[in-house]
Structure formats: structure tokens, C-alpha cells
């Protein structure tokens, strides 16, 4: 079909009312700055899950990053969403005023030249994703090992799709159908979302993330509704296996672990941790096992879920802008609140 016939047929759309939820913070960002949702019949709703990393670090972990921030001879190394992330008590960017060391970074790899030109410092990489960007930390932690580089650590918060959609099917939100995460996807392969389509009798469809390609995706669910099929119109990037050579440097230097989301709370085997003879890299990611959020009436958990949007949330716009952030959904720019608020969605 052509793209005009696939839009007339979205926007005009009267059947049963369906739900489909995107889980890769880069489709919501697509689907918003494309405007999807307005191409679609009031009968199909986007639900933005769990796919941004931002959005589904819990507070303790930042509560732990502003500990090592104010700790002596020791500095933080993160990207800048990060850093405005409400903790428990304060985000990052307020222990500055009380002497903590920060430093924003754009690569990974640029904590190597760090490190090397100030050896009595000890650099706390905050390494938070999912399976798109544990490889990237892998390849760091073999760099870090080869060169003997003794002053970086790392405090994790690596998590891994499958278990949290497995999750998500069980917590009585309506969800017709998934987005499948096209990043997620080159690395594990189309396949690990197979046991989940059958498991929860509901379509997987993997996506690139061009407003056509999503446009695509949602007629592919609508068509698909009820069955348990996982469809790859990603092939261009995905395959069925996905990348074995990734998979294996993660192998050689994580194993699964439990895992705490907002919103979610603690899925078994979730994330991965360094292993046991890599835990001198480790700065204390294995001791975050609850989420200390304080209720200041942020409903970013129950947004990131499906069950609520932004707009129901009472601070949403109000106390909450992205110059003034309440929660983690309105730090990032992959996080739903942020583009409701930025993109009208």
C-alpha cells in the first residue's frame, strides 16, 4: 500500500479501540516530532513505556551518584540528562554548590584521557541503558583493562527489555500491541521478543524510526491485533539472531542481575552487573535494589507504565517544564513528558 492509503486507513479507523505501546525513547521522540498521533483515528493510542533510559533510573541511583560526586579525590563522569534527574533529596547538578565534582562528557571513552591525565582522582563513569549501549561499556571496561587504568569505576544501571515487558503484560494496563525497540533489536535480535508475543498472545512489530517506518509499524499492529507474531520491518539494521559480537563482549564482562525501574519496581534478572571478577570496576550498583523517589505528586512511573498519560499528571506543565523538572519523563528528551509538553502530543 501507499503511505497516503496506510494514513487514510489509521485516520479513519473505527474498529475496536486499541492500545500500542512504543518501549525505545527514540520512537517516542519520532512519533511526537512527527506528529502520528494526529494522523490517527481517536480508536488507536500510543502509549509511551518504559524506553528511556533517563526515565527508568530509580532515585536511589542518583541519590548514590550524588554521594560519589561529594566524595573526596573523586569525580563523576556522565552525560547531561543525567545529571537533572531528581534524586531522593537532590539531583546531581546541586551538589556543584557543595564542592561535588562533576563532569559532563558526550562519549564514553572520553573518561580514558580523564583518568590518565589525573591519576589521584578516582572517575565514576555513571553508565546507565539498555542492550544498545552495554556493549559500548564492555568495549570501555576492555580498554580500561588493557591499558591498566586502575582510577575508573563504574556505577550501573544496565537493563534489559524482555524481563520489563513481561512485566508490563501482567499489570492489568490495556496494551494491544508493541513498537519493538529498533535499537534494542540490532543487538538482540527480533527473535527475543518471540516468547513474549506467544507468552501474552499479542504483535511485536520491530520499527526504524523515520515517520513512515512508524506509520508502517502501527497499520502492521492493527492488522496483527490479537496474534501472537513478531514482524521485523527493520531489516535493514535487524535481524533474527542479532549481533552475536556484541553479545559476546557483554558476556565477558556482565551477567544478569536484578533490577529496580521507576515505576515498575524490582524484575528479577533485568540488568546486568559486572561479574564477580570485574567487581574492582564496581562502584556500588549491586546495593541499589529499591526506589527512594520522593512524593512530591510526579506521576512519571504510572506515565512510563500506560497508565496515565502527561496531561493527567497535576504537575504536568504547571510545576513541571523541562527548564524546571519534577521527574526524570520531562529531564530527558527521549522521555514522554518532555515531548508532550514540547511537541503538543
Given at each position: 500500500m501507499e503511505m497516503k492509503e496506510l494514513i487514510e486507513f489509521l485516520s479513519s479507523y473505527d474498529g475496536e479501540p486499541l492500545s500500542f505501546m512504543e518501549?525505545?525513547?527514540?520512537?517516542?521522540?519520532?512519533?511526537?516530532?512527527?506528529?502520528?498521533?494526529?494522523?490517527?483515528?481517536?480508536?488507536?493510542?500510543?502509549?509511551s513505556g518504559p524506553g528511556c533510559p533517563v526515565c527508568v533510573t530509580v532515585a536511589s541511583y542518583i541519590d548514590r551518584l550524588c554521594e560519589l560526586a561529594l566524595a573526596p579525590n573523586t569525580c563523576?563522569?556522565?552525560?547531561?540528562?543525567?545529571?537533572?534527574?531528581?534524586?531522593s533529596e537532590r539531583a546531581l547538578k546541586d551538589t556543584k554548590p557543595l564542592g561535588g565534582n562533576i563532569r559532563m562528557i558526550y562519549s564514553p571513552f572520553e573518561i580514558l584521557e580523564l583518568a590518565k591525565k589525573d591519576s589521584k582522582t578516582n572517575f565514576i563513569f555513571?553508565?546507565?541503558?539498555?542492550?544498545?549501549?552495554?556493549?559500548?561499556?564492555?568495549?570501555?571496561?576492555?580498554?580500561?583493562?588493557?591499558?591498566?587504568?586502575?582510577?575508573?569505576?563504574?556505577?550501573?544501571?544496565?537493563?534489559?527489555?524482555?524481563?520489563?515487558?513481561?512485566?508490563?503484560c501482567t499489570m492489568g494496563n490495556k496494551i494491544d500491541g508493541f513498537i519493538a525497540p529498533g535499537h534494542v533489536s540490532a543487538i538482540t535480535g527480533a527473535n527475543?521478543?518471540?516468547?513474549?508475543?506467544?507468552?501474552?498472545?499479542r504483535p511485536f512489530v520491530v520499527s526504524g524510526f523515520e515517520g513512515e517506518e512508524l506509520i508502517a509499524t502501527i497499520y502492521a499492529l492493527v492488522k496483527l491485533k490479537g496474534q501472537s507474531k513478531v514482524l521485523n520491518l527493520y531489516k535493514s539494521v535487524v535481524t533474527d539472531e542479532g549481533n552475536q559480537k556484541a553479545k559476546d563482549i557483554?558476556?565477558?564482562?556482565?551477567?544478569?542481575?536484578?533490577?529496580?525501574?521507576?515505576?515498575?519496581?524490582?524484575?528479577k534478572n533485568s540488568g546486568m552487573a559486572l561479574k564477580k571478577e570485574y567487581e574492582a570496576f564496581d562502584a556500588g550498583s549491586r546495593n541499589l535494589t529499591e526506589d527512594k523517589a520522593k512524593n512530591n505528586g510526579c506521576r512519571c512511573g504510572e506515565v512510563i507504565t500506560g497508565f496515565c498519560s502527561p496531561c493527567d499528571c497535576p504537575l504536568f506543565s504547571k510545576?513541571?517544564?523541562?527548564?524546571?523538572?519534577?521527574?526524570a519523563c520531562m529531564v530527558s528528551n527521549e522521555g514522554a513528558c518532555f515531548h508532550y509538553y514540547i511537541n503538543k502530543r
Open positions: 518501549v525505545c525513547g527514540t520512537h517516542t521522540a519520532s512519533i511526537s516530532e512527527n506528529g502520528i498521533p494526529s494522523l490517527l483515528s481517536e480508536k488507536i493510542k500510543l502509549i563523576v563522569v556522565t552525560f547531561g540528562d543525567l545529571i537533572r534527574v531528581p534524586g555513571a553508565a546507565v541503558g539498555f542492550e544498545t549501549t552495554t556493549p559500548i561499556y564492555a568495549i570501555l571496561l576492555n580498554k580500561i583493562t588493557e591499558e591498566k587504568i586502575t582510577n575508573i569505576k563504574f556505577l550501573t544501571a544496565l537493563k534489559t527489555m524482555p524481563a520489563a515487558i513481561d512485566k508490563l527475543i521478543f518471540r516468547p513474549l508475543a506467544e507468552k501474552h498472545k557483554v558476556q565477558k564482562y556482565f551477567e544478569p542481575c536484578d533490577a529496580v525501574w521507576r515505576g515498575i519496581g524490582n524484575i510545576v513541571c517544564t523541562p527548564e524546571n523538572p519534577q521527574g
